[in-house]
């Protein structure tokens, strides 16, 4: 989507602050001995409260409000009987539409404590987001994003899982430009616009360089090689200036 109008805007704003909430309550509501199908339905119950779809469940059918990761599993997660524990990472990423406009958002959580390498890796992870948001801009090239983040992952000993991209959103969940690596690459000579909407969510990792099915079911991704990963996901909106970012709570 390329934004033309200021009520364009306020209506991404609005969906993307409506998934932002739901995504911190759902970590807020996290405990021990709860399972990720009592969680999707905290999501489930606060989308529908402000009039809002799941995407993932009204485009592709998937099996749950929102997508739910514990631990090994990195990405897509289903929920269902799965029951959380002290120590787990938990990524929740919740992307919905209302009134024609999508927002995607995402974060992974530790419920409980975790060691100083966890933590370190988590607030890594979202230094690595930041350090992508940064380089969205009018006129900057799309690859910027990505080298960013590689630049940042490889002065700090990390890698990347480089089969995860982000996208472009807004009108649709997945449109737009498609395809926006997180990593390095040579040779894609596509350039920003002003209005352009996408998402900047790598997944950084302490090994891992691949997302995987485990064959367990169509959708939940695990990293090959094993290793911690964690993923932090914004919705921006590119312009003259600096990054707007919608999937802010508030």
């Not at 649709?172 to 350039?191: M, S, V």
């Not at 998402?199 to 290793?227: I, K, N, Q």
Request: contains cysteine; hydrophobic residues 40%; charged residues 20%.
């Amino acid at each position: 989507m390329t934004i033309t109008h200021q009520d364009e805007l306020e209506g991404l704003r609005r969906i993307g602050r409506i998934v932002a909430n739901t995504m911190h309550a759902m970590a807020r509501a996290m405990e021990p001995g709860m399972t990720t199908a009592e969680l999707d339905a905290i999501g489930g119950a606060l989308l529908e409260r402000e009039g809002a779809v799941s995407a993932p469940k009204a485009t592709y059918e998937f099996p749950g409000f929102t997508c739910i990761s514990v631990n090994e599993e990195i990405a897509h997660g289903i929920p269902g009987d799965r029951r959380l524990a002290l120590g787990d990472l938990v990524n929740i990423d919740v992307s919905a539409s209302r009134d024609g406009f999508f927002a995607d958002t995402g974060a992974t959580f530790c419920l409980g404590p975790v060691s100083r390498p966890v933590q370190r890796l988590c607030a890594d992870g979202r230094a690595a987001m930041a350090a992508g948001i940064a380089e969205v801009g009018h006129g900057k090239p799309l690859a910027g994003i990505g080298n960013a983040i590689g630049r940042f992952a490889r002065l700090r000993g990390y890698t990347l899982i480089r089969n995860l991209a982000s996208h472009g959103v807004g009108r649709a969940l997945h449109e737009e430009p498609e395809e926006i690596p997180t990593w390095p690459t040579r040779g894609d000579t596509r350039r920003l616009q002003d209005g352009q909407v996408l998402t900047v969510e790598p997944f950084l990792s302490r090994g891992g360089r691949w997302a995987v099915s485990g064959g367990r079911d169509d959708w939940t991704l695990f990293s090959r090689p094993e290793a911690p990963v964690v993923q932090y996901e914004h919705t921006v909106v590119t312009t003259r200036q600096r990054p707007i970012i919608v999937t802010l709570p508030g």
